[in-house]
């Protein structure tokens, strides 16, 4: 499904990544950890296309997606959901999965693999706990 080679990124004259490999099956779970200034987020970001690859390929699907826009990346069902509180505090816990639903069935998706959402629905987002 996501199959990155040799993946090279950075900020300006200072490279980040330099020769990133793995891949990813569907049905796989995967965590990239390390201390902070890692690369990380570099990662993620380049693999969005929110920064440009240097070098390397990114394929998703099979498709080589390295210099396709984020947009489109998205479009193909590629995401990333960036560390933080992003929500409307305001609105309730349902409404914010909507905002963040661009498709038809995703709240229900969601609401299957976090039932627990389900009780708290009715809830402002922000009376809801960080963690």
């Known amino acids: 499904m996501l199959e990155v080679n040799d993946l090279r990124a ?11 490999t793995f891949r ?15 690369g990380k ?14 070098g390397g390929t990114v394929a998703f699907d099979g498709a080589d997606i390295t210099r396709e826009p984020t947009h489109v ?9 960036p560390q933080g509180r992003d929500i409307f505090p305001q609105l309730s816990v349902l409404d914010n999965l909507r905002m963040g639903a ?10 299957e693999d976090f039932p627990i ?6 809830r402002p987002g922000g009376a809801l706990s960080g963690g």
């Open 102 to 111: 661009r498709r038809p069935g995703v709240v229900e998706r969601v609401l």
């Open 10 to 20: 950075g900020y300006g004259r200072i490279p980040i990544l330099d020769g990133v």
């Open 117 to 122: 959402l389900r009780a708290l629905l009715a």
């Open 73 to 81: 990346r998205a479009r193909r069902g590629l995401g990333y959901v």
């Open 41 to 54: 987020t570099t990662l993620m970001k380049t693999l969005m296309g929110l920064l440009p690859a240097t």
């Open 24 to 38: 990813v099956d569907a049905g796989d779970a995967v965590g990239v950890l390390g201390h902070n200034g890692m």
